[in-house]
């Protein structure tokens, strides 16, 4: 009998709905009640890639915005073979953004259109799940101001929430819709009951192609 693979899951959500916090606790107790579970996050800013994405972030540099969207597109190819060999090996990848906020983000930009932006990312390995941690920028603001970082305006925030709902009619992918605002442990408690029906549902399929 071939080997049983791990589950691709991935989070999403405005900024301060709580992704890494979550991200970090499902991995905690995945692997406590004894399925081998790691995080992943992107951008992974500790690669080559990842630290060009890094310093734009962080407004250190400039970069045109064809072209960073392809780097970020680029950070999750590099790390393909890796989430392969993880998933292969039985072992489930809970992952802190994935292309979803990729094209949510750039097709927030002037002149940008959803499909194009999702080209690059056409391919990727399927997630099995997507979690929308669903927060209202009121609560978000109550959890602290917005950081320094590009894309950290409310305006802007407003516009990729827009855009998260219509990648979210896409009925081919299995998004969950999660509402934020509740407790860190309500929140937790609604993922992980999602997240082991996934691991038992993903473990006999393939791995599949992202909007392919
Ligand atoms: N970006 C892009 O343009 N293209 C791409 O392809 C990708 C990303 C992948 C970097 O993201 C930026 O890159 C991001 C998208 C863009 N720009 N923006 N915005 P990032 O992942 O490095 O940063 P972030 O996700 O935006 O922000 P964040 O602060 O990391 O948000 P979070 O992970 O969702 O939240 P958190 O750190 O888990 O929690 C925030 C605070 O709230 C913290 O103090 C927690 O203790 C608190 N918290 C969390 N949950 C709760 C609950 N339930 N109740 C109360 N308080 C809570
Ligand atoms: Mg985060």
Known sequence: MAGRRGALIVLEGADRAGKSTQAKRLV????ERGYPAEGMRFPERTTEIGRLIGSYLEKKSNLEDHTV??????????????????????????VDRYAFSGVAFTSSKKNFSLHWCKQPDVGLPKPDLVLFLDISPEAAAKRGDFGNERYETSAFQQKVHKRYAELMEDRSLNWKVIDAAQTMEEVHSAIRQLSEDIIQEAKDQPIGKLWL
Do not use: Y
């Open 28 to 31: 905690e107790v995945l692997k």
């Open 69 to 94: 969207h392809l780097l970020f597109s680029a950070n999750r190819w590099e790390q393909v073979p890796l989430i392969k060999e993880k998933l292969r090996s039985g072992v489930t990848l809970v």
